[in-house]
């Protein structure tokens, strides 16, 4: 079986993503990593989650994305007194004409960053992660489809807990990918003050390279074209079977930390995101450096650790790492 995606094809999708990752390199300096997570979301229409101290660049990576391919953004900040119609929108009587009018929240639009989700209630956090996966929102017994592409970005901050409500792990598991941001280098750090004191993040500063939502359709399109090998696809569901199963195949202490295996979503998170990551390398097909190279990101979220695994910190990606050991790639 051969790729369905024509040389012409991949070679405008090329032309499409160096515009949008010059777009993006233009605000954000360095963060390599959420760029190609970023991306790999807006090529599947997956949404991610991002967790990082504050102060790493994560709304102004939002904004980014969203002036690239001249979408609509918004930005929610989540607090405990965050209601669902303050996320989905509500119904508004209107005394002049004795009428109800629908006002839609701010979830419809191409790409909403959610600051700090954890923050918000259980009942608010259902009603976006619904959002989220039927892709609609229902007011007044009124659906209202939301736009497409339609990309979300949660953040949560590893610091403060007090106030916060973790977010279940059923709901963890509906987001594609989970980022984890490190600060910037040293250099890094140099040329962001350097880009402040040149106005490049000044709200009449020049606009950058842009595409087209019809442009997006198009990229989305092509991830689905890319072709996967069905060696591939059973190296992707060795390693997350290994997830439900590991003392048979990683070391036992490792083995004994995991609470909760990856679901079949993972495996499912597996195969888009490495179809795009290929899309992103310039390939009409995945290998398998692909999926290894997102096993961290795809996994993170979905293996579930016990309190001794943390308490002898053991971390997520030291479980992944000793599965991927384990399988052998194609």
Known sequence: MTSTLPAADLARAQALLTTIGDAFAAKVVGQSSL??????????????????????????????????VNGSF?????????????????????????????????VHANFVLLDEINR????TQSAMLEAMQERQTSIGGTV???????????????????GTYHLPEAQLDRFLLKEVLDYPEFAEEIEIIGRIDAGVYEKDAPPGPSVTIDDVLFLQGAVRNVFID?????????????????????????????????????SIAFSRAA?????????????????????????????????????????????ID?????????
């Open 35 to 68: 760029k190609r997570s970023l991306l790999i979301g807006l090529l599947t229409g997956g949404h991610v989650l991002l967790e990082s101290v504050p102060g790493l660049a994560k709304t102004t990576a939002a904004q980014a994305i969203s002036d690239a």
């Open 74 to 106: 918004t930005r929610i900040q989540c607090t405990p007194d965050l209601l669902p119609s303050d996320i989905i929108g509500t119904q508004i009587f209107d005394y002049t004409r004795q009428v109800f009018e629908t006002q839609l929240g701010p």
């Open 120 to 123: 918000s209630s259980a009942k």
């Open 144 to 162: 209202y489809p939301l736009p497409t592409p339609f990309l979300v970005l949660a953040t949560q901050n590893p610091i403060e807990q007090e």
């Open 230 to 266: 069905a060696s591939i696809v059973n190296y992707i569901v060795s390693a997350v079977y290994i997830t439900r199963h590991a003392s048979t195949y990683i070391s036992q202490v490792l083995a004994d930390g995991i609470e909760y295996g990856a679901s079949p979503r993972a």
């Open 275 to 319: 179809r795009a990551l290929a899309l992103l390398q310039g390939r009409d097909h995945v290998i398998p450096e692909d999926v290894k190279e997102l096993r961290h990101v795809v996994l993170r979220h979905r293996i579930i650790l016990n309190f001794e695994a943390i308490a002898d910190n053991i971390s997520p990606e030291m479980v």
């Open 322 to 330: 000793a599965i991927f050991e384990s399988v052998k790639a194609p």
